[in-house]
């Protein structure tokens, strides 16, 4: 089994944008169209970096500049995705009640994730989990 490739490519509709692939016509898709529409963000120089991937873009509003997704995200692994973010909110030092309250909206998409066609129930739970974070930031970022 091979992995999963970030690259680079222009579909005619959408400059040269974000794309990854796992090695089949299906699952080669864009993943974000950083300049919308037909303008290109141009991404370059990959490096994965702990979860992460590091790539500079150029979205024609900020110029070039760097950009960071989480490697599961950007590879399209839902499970590893949320499982890296519980992990990274269970680091953050909470209170243990909004800890918990945010782990149990992750424990409950990730399980979503298991059922056949969970993946909107899997959507809404981290959806819940956002308005939380919303809800106890001091000030949205």
Same mark, same amino acid.
């Not at 739970?125 to 308005?131: I, N, P, R, T």
């Given at each position: 089994?091979?992995?999963?490739?970030? =690259?680079? $490519? #222009? *579909?005619?509709?959408? !400059?040269? &944008?974000? /794309?990854?692939?796992?090695?089949?016509?299906?699952?080669?898709?864009?993943?974000?169209?950083?300049?919308?529409?037909?303008?290109?963000?141009?991404?370059?120089?990959?490096?994965?970096?702990?979860?992460?991937?590091? =790539?500079? $873009? #150029? *979205?024609?509003?900020? !110029?070039? &500049?760097? /950009?960071?997704?989480?490697?599961?995200?950007?590879?399209?692994?839902?499970?590893?995705?949320?499982?890296?973010?519980?992990?990274?909110?269970?680091?953050?030092?909470?209170?243990?009640?909004?800890?918990?309250?945010?782990?149990?909206?992750? *424990?409950?998409?990730?399980?979503?994730?298991?059922?056949?066609?969970?993946?909107?129930?899997?959507?809404?739970?981290?959806?819940?989990?956002?308005?939380?974070?919303?809800?106890?930031?001091?000030?949205?970022?």
């Amino acid at each position: 089994m091979y992995g999963v490739l970030l =690259f680079q $490519a #222009d *579909d005619g509709a959408h !400059g040269v &944008e974000l /794309w990854r692939s796992d090695w089949t016509e299906k699952g080669t898709v864009l993943v974000q169209d950083i300049a919308p529409g037909p303008r290109s963000s141009s991404p370059s120089g990959f490096i994965a970096f702990g979860n992460r991937i590091i =790539f500079t $873009a #150029d *979205d024609r509003i900020n !110029g070039r &500049e760097p /950009w960071i997704g989480r490697g599961a995200i950007l590879t399209n692994q839902p499970e590893r995705a949320i499982r890296d973010l519980r992990d990274e909110v269970k680091a953050l030092g909470l209170t243990k009640g909004i800890e918990r309250s945010l782990t149990a909206k992750l *424990d409950v998409a990730t399980e979503a994730l298991t059922r056949q066609d969970g993946d909107s129930a899997a959507i809404v739970a981290l959806e819940d989990f956002m308005k939380e974070v919303n809800a106890q930031s001091p000030k949205r970022i």
